[in-house]
């Protein structure tokens, strides 16, 4: 039985990928490889359940929905075998302190290049170019004093080994999805119960401006017989609803979806739209793929690794609208070869294949 610490400043009530995947790792672990305890920023908002340790938090004010735990570790905390930081910051300091103070190994995911939303500090190129150095500067020193580094995907790796020069370890573990929520369901009752219908093109998650979000509604313009659904929310939804009103396209809002609509949401589409170029792996679109639905999205980031180019869906060059829009019509007209593809490698990104993963790497460093 391997006990593992998990420390993290991304998890409830904020609902976003790094949330769901330290929960299901978690939930995964404990069921079937020993005892993970998660520490993590405490809000009134949620109670904590058994194995989860809270710490003093407040709002972090340059990007809505996260928190900044104090760089603390719970008295409550038992005894563990390996330290799992999935932050570098914050908490991830606390883990940091909790695993040389024990003499144990550590383990940092490296989830977020923290480089790419220096814009929500500010607009000015030079401060952006000051804070991208410091976090990168920072973000080498944590990395590089880890045991070993996980990251989603292979060119998150490669930014980390080639641009961050860190020489520690590093392996790629998928997130993984929970592949027993995520599975084609009823999709005509979602088009129901939000009066859809036509061919629908969607996206949903977070409503970032580094995600790009404009251009599906861009790349959609015109199209024939189209509606464009957003589930989600976040700072761009205003400008994304102001550029929706003039476009020739049907676009509707949904708003936050809760997690139990999701696999409606995505079996209801007939293709998932993702432009985004700042993913480590892009867990929506594997949540879309387990429940069917292929994915056209940009060829940068991991996406360009998570999508599978004629086989879960199809690319685009970055910043090529026309590419893009060209990228969702093959995905409609080759939907049901893509859909076949997508149910057929679901085990590969499970949530059961991803933490076999990581016990195994767990097991080199202890």
Same mark, same amino acid.
């Given at each position: 039985?391997?006990?593992?610490?998990?420390?993290?400043?991304?998890?409830?009530?904020?609902?976003?990928?790094? &949330?769901?995947?330290?929960?299901?790792?978690?939930?995964?672990?404990?069921?079937?490889?020993?005892?993970?305890?998660?520490?993590?920023?405490?809000?009134?908002?949620?109670?904590?359940?058994?194995?989860?340790?809270?710490?003093?938090?407040?709002?972090?004010?340059?990007?809505?929905?996260?928190?900044? @735990?104090?760089?603390?570790?719970?008295?409550?905390?038992?005894?563990?075998?390996?330290?799992?930081?999935?932050?570098? $910051?914050?908490?991830?300091?606390?883990?940091?302190?909790?695993?040389?103070?024990?003499?144990?190994?550590? *383990?940092?995911?490296?989830? =977020?290049?923290?480089?790419?939303?220096?814009?929500?500090?500010?607009?000015?190129?030079?401060?952006?170019?000051? #804070?991208?150095?410091?976090?990168?500067?920072?973000?080498?020193?944590?990395?590089?004093?880890? /045991?070993?580094?996980?990251?989603?995907?292979?060119?998150?790796?490669?930014?980390?080994? /080639?641009?961050?020069?860190?020489?520690?370890? *590093?392996?790629?573990?998928?997130?993984?999805?929970? =592949?027993?929520?995520?599975?084609?369901?009823?999709?005509?009752?979602?088009?129901?119960?939000?009066?859809?219908?036509? &061919?629908?093109?969607?996206?949903?998650?977070?409503?970032?401006?580094?995600?790009?979000?404009? /251009?599906?509604?861009?790349?959609?313009?015109?199209?024939?017989?189209?509606?464009?659904?957003? @589930?989600?929310?976040?700072?761009?939804?205003?400008?994304?609803?102001?550029?929706?009103?003039?476009?020739?396209?049907?676009?509707? $809002?949904?708003?936050?979806?809760?997690?139990?609509?999701?696999?409606?949401?995505?079996?209801?589409?007939?293709?998932?739209?993702?432009?985004?170029?700042?993913?480590?792996? @892009?867990?929506?679109?594997?949540?879309?793929?387990?429940?069917?639905?292929?994915?056209?999205?940009?060829?940068?980031?991991?996406?360009?690794?998570?999508?599978?180019?004629?086989?879960?869906?199809?690319?685009?060059?970055?910043? /090529?609208?026309?590419?893009?829009?060209?990228?969702?019509?093959?995905?409609?007209?080759?939907?049901?070869?893509?859909?076949?593809?997508?149910?057929?490698?679901?085990?590969?990104?499970?949530?059961?294949?991803?933490?076999?993963? #990581?016990?195994?790497?767990?097991?080199?460093?202890?």
């Amino acid at each position: 039985m391997t006990r593992v610490a998990a420390f993290t400043d991304t998890y409830h009530p904020t609902v976003n990928g790094v &949330t769901y995947t330290i929960e299901a790792w978690r939930d995964h672990w404990n069921d079937h490889h020993g005892r993970m305890d998660v520490v993590y920023p405490g809000t009134d908002e949620y109670t904590p359940n058994a194995r989860e340790h809270p710490v003093r938090s407040l709002p972090f004010p340059f990007y809505d929905g996260v928190r900044v @735990g104090a760089p603390r570790v719970p008295k409550t905390v038992p005894r563990a075998d390996v330290v799992h930081a999935h932050t570098a $910051f914050g908490l991830g300091l606390a883990a940091r302190r909790y695993a040389k103070k024990h003499d144990l190994p550590l *383990v940092a995911s490296y989830h =977020t290049p923290t480089a790419e939303y220096a814009e929500y500090i500010s607009s000015n190129d030079s401060v952006l170019a000051g #804070l991208s150095t410091a976090s990168e500067t920072y973000e080498h020193w944590y990395y590089e004093h880890a /045991d070993l580094v996980i990251t989603p995907s292979e060119p998150t790796k490669r930014h980390l080994v /080639d641009d961050l020069d860190v020489t520690t370890p *590093v392996h790629v573990v998928s997130n993984g999805i929970d =592949t027993d929520r995520f599975q084609p369901t009823d999709g005509d009752a979602f088009r129901e119960r939000f009066d859809l219908d036509g &061919t629908l093109i969607g996206y949903t998650g977070r409503h970032g401006y580094e995600k790009r979000l404009e /251009d599906i509604i861009d790349a959609t313009d015109g199209m024939d017989d189209v509606t464009v659904v957003f @589930g989600g929310d976040g700072p761009a939804r205003d400008d994304l609803e102001t550029r929706a009103r003039t476009a020739d396209v049907d676009v509707r $809002f949904l708003g936050f979806l809760d997690r139990s609509d999701l696999p409606a949401f995505y079996t209801a589409l007939d293709a998932f739209a993702f432009p985004s170029p700042v993913e480590t792996q @892009g867990l929506v679109a594997l949540e879309a793929n387990a429940c069917g639905t292929p994915v056209a999205g940009i060829d940068a980031g991991a996406l360009a690794d998570t999508i599978e180019h004629g086989e879960t869906g199809y690319h685009y060059e970055p910043g /090529d609208i026309d590419g893009f829009q060209t990228a969702i019509e093959r995905t409609l007209d080759d939907h049901d070869r893509l859909a076949a593809n997508c149910l057929d490698r679901r085990d590969t990104f499970s949530i059961e294949h991803a933490v076999t993963e #990581l016990r195994t790497h767990y097991h080199t460093i202890t």
